[in-house]
C-alpha cells in the first residue's frame, strides 16, 4: 500500500522560505514521478513541479524561479524549497506519485502551511 | 499557463447523471489525450477517478466515465448517490513537461 507524508513548518514568515518533505513508503521512489500541488483555502488545485529520480525537475512556469525540488533515494523522500514567499502562497501543499503524463496516482494527506509574522 | 474552465457547481438527484465539462485549448485539452478527474471531499486529498480521457483506476464504479470533444473533456457520473457529493477537478498536460488543473466543480446531491 501506497503512502506519502508530508512534513515541514506550518508557519513560515514573509520572505523566507517554505521547506517541506515528502517521504514515501509501500513503493520504490524510482517507481513514479514525484509531484507538488497546492490548495489555498477554499480554491483549486494548483500543479507546482515534479521530480524524478534521476534528479530532471518540471516546474510551473509561474513559480519557476521560486521553486527548487530535490530527491534523496536512500530516504524515499522528496523536498520542496519555495522562496521568498508571501501570503498568497498560504496554502495547503500536497505530495503525489505521478505518472509521466501527470496522472496523480497517490496522494498524501496535504499539510498547512501559513505565511504570515 | 491558464487554469481550465469548469462551472462552479453541478446538482442532480439520487439515481440521476450530471455531467461536468472542462475546457481549454489546444495546447492542453485539446492536443493532447491525458486528461484527469479527481473528486475531492472536503477536508481530504482529491482522488484519482479518470485518466487518459476514458481510463478508470482499479475501485473507481463504473458510474463514472470520461470522454473529451475537442478542446472539452467531460466527466458523467451516472445514478448520483450522496457519497458523490464532493468537488471535481480535471487536469490536463499542457505540453512542454507542464500541467494544468480545472477551476473545480462542486456537486451537489439534491
Known amino acids: 500500500q501506497v503512502q506519502l507524508q508530508e512534513s515541514g513548518p506550518g508557519l513560515v514568515k514573509p520572505s523566507e522560505t517554505l521547506s517541506l518533505t515528502c517521504t514515501v513508503s509501500?513503493?520504490?521512489?524510482?517507481?513514479?514521478?514525484w509531484s507538488w500541488i497546492r490548495q489555498p483555502a477554499g480554491k483549486g488545485l494548483e500543479w507546482i513541479g515534479r521530480?524524478?529520480?534521476?534528479?530532471?525537475?518540471n516546474y510551473n512556469p509561474s513559480l519557476k524561479s521560486r521553486v527548487t525540488m530535490s530527491v534523496n533515494t536512500s530516504k524515499n523522500q522528496f523536498s520542496l524549497k519555495l522562496s521568498s514567499v508571501t501570503a498568497a502562497d498560504t496554502a495547503v501543499y500536497f505530495c503525489a506519485s505521478s505518472t509521466a503524463w501527470g496522472v496523480a496516482i497517490h496522494w498524501g494527506q496535504g499539510t498547512l502551511v501559513t505565511v504570515s509574522s | 499557463q491558464s487554469a481550465l474552465t469548469q462551472p462552479p457547481s453541478a446538482s442532480g438527484s439520487p439515481g440521476q447523471s450530471v455531467t461536468i465539462s472542462c475546457t481549454g485549448t489546444s495546447s492542453d485539452v485539446g492536443g493532447y489525450n491525458y486528461v484527469s478527474w479527481y473528486q475531492q471531499h472536503p477536508g481530504k486529498a482529491p482522488k484519482l477517478i479518470i485518466f487518459?480521457?476514458?481510463k478508470r483506476p482499479s475501485g473507481v464504479p463504473d458510474r463514472f466515465s470520461g470522454s473529451k470533444s475537442g478542446n472539452t473533456a467531460s466527466l458523467t457520473v451516472s445514478g448520483l448517490q450522496a457519497e458523490d457529493e464532493a468537488d471535481y477537478y480535471c487536469?490536463?498536460?499542457?505540453?512542454?513537461?507542464?500541467?494544468?488543473f480545472g477551476t473545480g466543480t462542486k456537486v451537489t446531491v439534491l
Open positions: 487518459d480521457v476514458t
Open positions: 509501500g513503493v520504490s521512489i524510482s517507481s513514479y514521478y
Open positions: 487536469s490536463s498536460y499542457a505540453g512542454s513537461n507542464n500541467f494544468v
Open positions: 521530480i524524478y529520480t534521476s534528479g530532471n525537475t
